[in-house]
């Protein structure tokens, strides 16, 4: 007989690790004991050398499919006189990581039960097993046990229980299960409707939801508003009510059969929709798909997604309809959680309110997913992800938080050779949103007992997530460029790179470091410093922030530029509907240089490009005027527009006013404004792959990172990185969002090298 001492790390609490080593080990007739500690899992087996080398293959190579064995280390202890092998209480003392995998979508097993009339969780809507269920947003502490979630209030029942300690059944040490006898309860409140019918919660709210009615449904990590997504007067009471003018809502249905009737899904985007993350996929809508047209305005992506809780499945069985499921807020607010924070704060935007009496200890918003060149891409990091790890290249010195972005925040803990990502916190706009953003770090802090050391930061002075970082006390503070951060989020995204990477990062802003704003940034890039060898010309914002949302002060400012101070607005239908005083105020700004920055965005090229052609003088979302001139373009289109490029400067300049230029001309030519956005977009696409191949001339090849969040944008990832990828290796975001929800990695790596480069 031998002993091994075997301590693994990854997502291993609350997928039913141990039940499942438990079950290995006793058919292998080990002897030993199996437990959570808060690094993860240890076990103390005992058996001969080869059932042993054996059966820790078994645990590398044959885990529960939710659980994710990224480190397993094994030493060898003495033989102990042992009868069996048991699990033992959870080990709460020691260094902690973090190994609560996220929450998982209802498993089919779960949901046969529920829509079975003899089972006895029938219809209840909190049903999971060691393979599904609630996870992160019902933690409150590790280990992972029920003690530690917001499920310890309710005690298992006897049968339950009898579950609970069956080594054979899929609820062995499942610490959420209950039934209808002991588990949480749903209860319905009426904020409006004066008729609301008066039998059962969920037929209440499916019977109003029918009516047109909006109902808040309280699901894992936060409400969401429903409505009915196929009746445009619900849907048009939702977004007044809301306050959300024209961005689109995402849309749950029933099935992937009730979501292939809607949209065009490719094989890649059905296994999204079916994976347990339940992410919403952004899809190509039908021409013929019954929602109305006010869900998605003016965008041919419809975002879907499945039921992930069996309350969801219930809902969506009895209603029969897809169901828009939006946060439940107003915009730039954080999404509710509370019963009586929804009341309060839902009161004149739901007519009613579907309850139950579980806790949510962490909100954490719905994550979206799209598919970009035949590759899944994160636009938004949360439910279903957070709080996975990512294991780390080289370990940080010392812990770090790093505060993330001002607009789609999300913050990172890292701490040896693990970085975490905190759930999303949208735009830090409002007071609701710097208090959602303080409590998520300091629960985070708390359940991980990490303390950071080390504080990143944007560099941007009037961020609140930098006037934030500047609070922090005892802590070593390092402010991190915007885009550099993007770069090495990237490269951390495919497991990191000693030599220096070359990032393309193109979005709309960034603080530069030489008083203008960056976001069209060609940077060589280590992990503790950057040269910026490459950008483009930049373009007066007239109103500064304000030019974000009327983007005709940017298509007149680059019409300005690209016109030497006499832009052609007369022959422009942009500008009729615009009052000439504006303009003209406009014009002053420019010429006097007054609160009109400069910006060297590419998405501000997108924003002034699309509201000249497209005649949209206002977005009422970031980014909506940039995703209408990106699917206006036209499939087939080849030419593109000229543009040139200046070596001399340092750095490397593009000026694309030859493109405004033969832009214009086309627009008077009564070009399609189709094959005008295509032409667009293949110059940016010929730019990038111009100056990517003067600055790699005459260095050795290195690879070349895309990142930023006009990454987002399929037509222009794809141009650039199939042309790109016949000489070079090409990293594209993977796990990390492209935009701002994924710089706080990158900050986070930045600031321990620069310190480490520093000492």
Known sequence: MAGRRIEIRGTVQGVGFRPWVYRVAHRAGLVGRVRNDPRGVTIEAFASERVLDRFIEQLQDDAPPSARVVDLRSYPIPDEDLEGFTIESSDAVGDKALSIPPDLATCPDCEAEILDPNDRRYGYAFTNCTTCGPRFTIATGIPYDRAATTMAPFDMCAACRREYADMEDRRFHAQPNACPECGPTLSFVVLRAEDAPKTDPLANASELLKRGAVVAVKGLGGFHLACDATNAGAVRMLRERKRRDEKPFAVMVRDLGAAQALAEISVEEAQLLTAPERPIVLVRKRSDAAVAPEVCPETPLLGLFLPYTPLHHLLLGAVGIPLVMTSANVSDEPICKDNEEARRRLDGIADALLLHDREIAMRCDDSVVRVIAGTPTLMRRSRGFV????????????????????????????????????????????????????????????????????????????????????????????????????????????????????????????????????????????????????????????????????????????????????????????????????????????????????????????????????????????????????????????????????????????????????????????????????????????????VVEALLANREPVPVALTGGVFQNARLCQGIEKKLSNKYKVLRHREVPPGDGGIALGQALIADAFLGDKG
């Open 387 to 690: 709080p996975r790890p990512f294991m780390l290249e080289k370990p940080v010195s010392r812990p770090v938080l790093a505060c993330g972005a001002h607009l789609k925040n999300t913050f990172c803990l890292a701490a040896g050779d693990t970085a975490y990502f905190g759930p999303h916190i949208g735009d830090l706009e409002t007071l609701g949103a710097l208090e959602f953003f303080e409590d998520a770090i300091e629960r985070m802090q708390t359940i991980l007992s990490i303390r950071p050391e080390v504080i990143a930061h944007d560099l941007h002075p009037g961020y609140l997530s930098t006037r934030y970082a500047l609070t922090r006390k005892g802590v070593d503070r390092v402010g991190v460029q915007h885009h550099h951060a993007h770069v090495v989020s990237a490269i951390a995204d495919h497991g990191g790179y000693d030599g220096p990477v070359l990032g393309v990062a193109f979005d709309g802003t960034g603080f530069g470091e030489d008083g203008t704003s960056w976001g069209s940034e060609f940077l060589l890039c280590f992990p503790g410093r950057f040269e910026r060898l490459a950008t483009f010309r930049p373009v007066r914002l007239p109103g500064g922030d304000l030019a974000m949302r009327e983007v005709w002060r940017i298509a007149y400012a680059l019409l300005y530029d690209a016109f030497d101070g006499d832009p052609p607005v007369d022959t422009l239908p942009l500008f009729r509907n615009i009052p000439k005083e504006s303009i003209e105020v406009v014009a002053q700004m420019i010429e006097r240089k007054l609160n009109a920055p400069l910006g060297r965005g590419v998405g501000r090229y997108f924003d002034a490009f699309g509201a000249l052609v497209l005649s949209r003088a206002i977005s009422t979302y970031e980014g909506q005027v940039a995703i209408a001139w990106d699917f206006a373009s036209e499939d087939g289109v080849d030419d593109s527009y000229p543009f040139e490029i200046d070596p001399r400067r340092t750095p490397m300049e593009v000026d694309l006013r030859p493109a405004v230029r033969a832009a214009v001309a086309d627009m008077g030519s009564e070009v399609p404004r189709g094959r005008i956005s295509a032409r667009f977009h293949n110059t940016i696409v010929g730019v990038t792959v111009r």
